[in-house]
């Protein structure tokens, strides 16, 4: 890992600019989860990971409670994360088709994963000082990764802030509006695609499939 991610990972991890969300994390750390009650949390803010000179990123709304909460990794043991890598490893972006924990030996190729906030916020409903809290970190994750090429966002919420950092750093002469699989030409030449989360409910209603989000990825490394 560089100098800067080392730097940036290690000023996300001692994060405590927002109380509600650190008091929260520790509440889901102390309580557990009755099949993980035997396991030590991480209950801190998750940084993102992946390969540093990523021409792919993959951006969700924040760490899941006992998935990135738990494990230390995002979209690391959960059912999002689980459905995400069966996606990812058929289209060949990710070595296995499961992300279980920090010494699972996963590998992603080209790819960074990231969410816009690096703690889990109570109901998943994150309020927008949170957001805007979490914003240097994100924006710094961004700026250190200098081959990207390609941006997906998972959700309208990762959707709507990626949105806000363009709109802070370049003009931008167009509403961007959310659709599942759009393709967006960004300012400096690279590509936003929008997806839906690849959540237990999107899941379970069919509002998103295997063959639905695989050829999303596939369609995205065309581009890389």
């Known amino acids: 890992m560089n100098i800067k991610f080392k730097t940036l990972n290690n000023s996300i991890i001692k994060c405590k600019k927002c109380p509600r969300l650190i008091k929260f994390s520790k509440k889901i750390s102390k309580e557990k989860r009755k099949q993980n009650i035997s396991e030590i949390y991480w209950g801190k803010p998750v940084t993102g990971f992946g390969d540093l000179n990523a021409k792919l990123m993959i951006i969700g709304l924040a760490p899941a409670a006992h998935g990135g909460t738990r494990t230390g990794r995002a979209f690391t043991g959960d059912k999002s994360g689980d459905f ?8 060949k972006i990710s070595n296995q088709a499961k ?9 992603i190729n080209k ?8 703690c889990v916020p109570p109901g998943d409903k994150p309020l927008n000082n949170e957001l805007n809290n979490c914003a240097k ?10 081959s990207l090429k390609v941006i997906i966002t998972l959700g309208k919420v990762a959707f709507d802030n990626y949105i806000k950092f363009y709109k802070k750093n370049y003009f931008l002469d167009k509403n961007f509006i959310f659709k599942h699989g759009k393709k967006f030409n960004l300012p400096d030449g690279k590509t936003l695609i929008s997806s839906y989360h690849p959540s237990p409910r999107n899941v379970n209603t069919k509002v998103v499939n295997l063959k639905m989000m695989t050829s999303l990825f596939v369609k995205a490394k065309k581009i890389i």
Not at 84 to 91: E, H, N
Not at 111 to 118: A, E, S
Request: with cysteine.
């Open 84 to 91: 995400l890598f069966k996606c990812l490893k058929a289209a």
């Open 99 to 107: 992300s279980i924990n920090i010494n699972d030996g996963l590998k």
């Open 111 to 118: 790819t960074y994963i990231t969410n816009i906030l690096k």
């Open 137 to 146: 970190h994100f924006d710094n994750e961004i700026s250190n990764l200098k």
